[in-house]
C-alpha cells in the first residue's frame, strides 16, 4: 500500500471515530435539568396566567423528568413577580410566565425592567379578553350595555387591571362608541371578579378560564369577547366587531429565562414545551377555557416580540394618556 494511501485512509478513520462512538450524553455539555424547576406566575392564583401555567407544567415535568413548582407573585400589573423573578440566577431553574401584561408594564412605566432583559423559551398560545356582567343585569350584549351607558354617562363601572391590556381594551371601547365609563382597578382576574361578583362594579374584563366557575353558576354572563371571530368554547358569545366595535385583540402567553441563560437550557425546555403543544389532551383542556395552543419557538418568539413593541408601546399610551 502506498504512503499517500495508508494517510488517506489514517485520516478518514480519525474523522469518522468520534461519530461513530459519539452518544448523546457525550455531545450534551450540560446536564440539566437535575432538580426542580419553578415557574414563576407573575400574578395571584386562579388568573389566565397561572392556570395556563399549571396545566403546561403538568406536561412539562414528565418530558423534563423533573417536578415543576408554581410560584404565585403578584402586584403591580404583573412587574414585582417579573422583577422577582428577574433577581434570579440564569440557570434555567426558574422560569418566567409571561403574557402581554409583561410587555404593557415595560411600556407603561410601571416594571423597571426592558425586554433585553428576557431570553425567549416559547409562545405557548391566544386567547381573548371577555366582558363580563352580573348574570342579573339588565344587559345581554355590549350594545345594550353601551346604550345604557351612553344615557348615563359616568353611571356605569368597569373592573380593570390598571396598566394592561384589560385596562386598554375598555378606554378603547368608550373611545370607539362615544362612551364615559368609570374604572375600578383590583389586582388580577381573581380580584376584578370579586368585585363584580360582588356588585361594585358594572361590569368586568376577565377571562373564560378565570371566570369558568361563575359563568357555569350562572352568576355571570359574557356581553363579547376580542377575537375575530366566535370561539367554539363560547360559541354563543358575540364578539366586538359584531357589535359595530371595530377592536380586535389576542392576547398571547408563554415562558421566558433570565438573559444570559444558556442557550443548550434554552433548547432544551423548548424543546420540552414544543412536545407538549402537539398534545391533544393538553390541547383541549386549555381549548374549553378558550386558549388556543399556538407555538412558537425561541427565534419566533424573539421576532414577534420585536414586531409587537411598537403596538404595545401605543396601546400603553392610550391608557396613559
Given at each position: 500500500m502506498s504512503l499517500k494511501r495508508m494517510v488517506i485512509i489514517t485520516v478518514v478513520i480519525g474523522l469518522l471515530t468520534p461519530l461513530v462512538f459519539a452518544t448523546p450524553e457525550a455531545e450534551k455539555r450540560i446536564d440539566y435539568p437535575t432538580k426542580a424547576i419553578t415557574i414563576v406566575v407573575p400574578w395571584s392564583p386562579g388568573g389566565v396566567s397561572d392556570i395556563r401555567a399549571r396545566i403546561m407544567a403538568e406536561y412539562?415535568?414528565?418530558?423534563?423528568?423533573?417536578?415543576i413548582a408554581i410560584q404565585n407573585i403578584g402586584g403591580a400589573s404583573g412587574t414585582v413577580g417579573t422583577e422577582e423573578a428577574l433577581r434570579a440566577s440564569a440557570d434555567?431553574?426558574?422560569v418566567i410566565s409571561v403574557d402581554d401584561a409583561t410587555w404593557f408594564g415595560i411600556h407603561s412605566g410601571i416594571g423597571d425592567y426592558t425586554m433585553d432583559?428576557?431570553?425567549?423559551?416559547?409562545m405557548m398560545g391566544k386567547w381573548p379578553l371577555v366582558i363580563a356582567a352580573r348574570g342579573d343585569a339588565e344587559w345581554d350584549?355590549?350594545?345594550?350595555?353601551?346604550?345604557?351607558?351612553?344615557?348615563n354617562p359616568g353611571a356605569y363601572s368597569f373592573a380593570i387591571?390598571?396598566?394592561?391590556?384589560?385596562?386598554?381594551?375598555p378606554v378603547e371601547i368608550g373611545r370607539r362608541t362615544g362612551t364615559q365609563f368609570n374604572f375600578v382597578a383590583p389586582q388580577g382576574d381573581t380580584s376584578r371578579n370579586a368585585a363584580l361578583l360582588a356588585g361594585t362594579v358594572d361590569a368586568a374584563m376577565t377571562y373564560v378560564s378565570s371566570g369558568k366557575e361563575y359563568l357555569e353558576a350562572g352568576e355571570f354572563k359574557l356581553l363579547?369577547?376580542?377575537f375575530p371571530e366566535r370561539h367554539p368554547a363560547i360559541p354563543d358569545v358575540p364578539t366586538?366587531?359584531?357589535?359595530?366595535?371595530?377592536?380586535?385583540y389576542e392576547m398571547r402567553g408563554g415562558f421566558v429565562v433570565k438573559a444570559d441563560t444558556d442557550s443548550e437550557i434554552i433548547a432544551i425546555l423548548e424543546s420540552a414545551f414544543r412536545q407538549i403543544s402537539m398534545n391533544s389532551e393538553l390541547q383541549q383542556r386549555l381549548d374549553d377555557l378558550t386558549i388556543t395552543t399556538e407555538f412558537m419557538d425561541a427565534q419566533e418568539t424573539a421576532d414577534y416580540l420585536a414586531e409587537i413593541d411598537g403596538q404595545i408601546a401605543e396601546f400603553a399610551a392610550i391608557i396613559t394618556n
Open positions: 412539562a415535568e414528565e418530558i423534563l423528568g423533573q417536578p434555567g431553574y426558574t432583559d428576557f431570553a425567549p423559551i416559547a350584549n355590549m350594545v345594550e350595555f353601551v346604550d345604557a351607558a351612553k344615557a387591571t390598571a396598566g394592561n391590556q384589560s385596562h386598554m381594551v363579547a369577547h376580542t366586538l366587531v359584531e357589535q359595530e366595535i371595530d377592536l380586535v
